[in-house]
């Protein structure tokens, strides 16, 4: 089945650095990947939604500034959490439809966020 | 306002009994609802959806129920399988987005 591959699965970082996350898409291309973030027993939320070639989107109260986003490739997006503060500090994870829209997500594994 | 909501946050049963998952949604405008399972330390993985046009759809021990004049649906597993255990997602899809419940966390006892 359709893999996706998230990197770094945990990253500690100091306040004030920046942190990149990858997501690849394994065996299929997408031009589209979501970003979500999770905390503790909550829902997924979605934070962005990365384009292929152009722009992300992104969800009301997201600081796009603060979560820079690049989908430079078909397989690859990644995240980049500048400046990170404590209150950073989450379960981010992608995912990717491999036959289009409605089709089931894919995600990755996760990326476990700790600024201190 | 959480569009969609999972009202238990654990459910616990024995297994070879029938577990029920339930999960409530207010946008009548969803395309497709799914089910994904996670495990501690992975990324959800699907399990099995169903369209909205649709009030039924079986895969193996796994059944997707849609009530849509209660806004409702519900994921069958019978039987109950230790391996069964992990956090259950709802989500809804429409527009390109899908939004997800806050996760049930089943337990199945052998």
């Known amino acids: 089945g359709a893999v996706v591959s998230q990197h770094p699965s945990r990253v500690i970082c100091k306040s004030g650095t920046s942190v990149k996350i990858e997501c690849r898409s394994l065996?299929?291309?997408?031009?589209?990947m979501f970003w979500y973030r999770q905390f503790p027993k909550k829902s997924l939320m979605l934070m962005a939604t990365s384009n292929e070639g152009s722009k992300a989107t992104y969800e009301q109260g997201v600081e796009k500034d603060k979560f820079l986003i690049n989908h430079a490739s078909l397989t690859l997006s990644t995240l980049t959490v500048t400046s990170a503060h404590p209150e950073d500090s989450s379960f981010y994870i992608c995912?990717?439809?491999?036959?289009?829209?409605?089709?089931?997500?894919?995600f990755g594994n996760g990326t476990r966020l700790t600024v201190t | 306002d959480q569009q969609v909501k999972q009202n238990s946050p654990s459910l616990s049963v024995q297994e070879g009994r029938i577990s029920i998952l339930n999960c409530d949604y207010t946008n009548s405008m969803f395309d497709y609802f799914l089910w994904y399972k996670k495990y501690p330390a992975e990324g959800p993985t699907f399990l099995i959806s169903?369209?909205?046009?649709?009030d039924k759809n079986e895969d193996g021990r796994f059944t997707v129920f849609l009530n849509k004049s209660a806004k409702h649906l519900s994921l069958h597993i019978v039987p109950s399988q230790p391996g069964d255990s992990a956090v259950y997602f709802c989500a809804a899809y429409n527009a390109g987005k899908s939004t997800f419940g806050d996760g049930t966390t089943l337990t199945v006892k052998p």
């Open positions: 065996d299929f291309q997408a031009t589209t």
């Open positions: 995912s990717a439809n491999e036959q289009g829209s409605g089709s089931p997500l894919h």
């Open positions: 169903i369209s909205s046009i649709k």
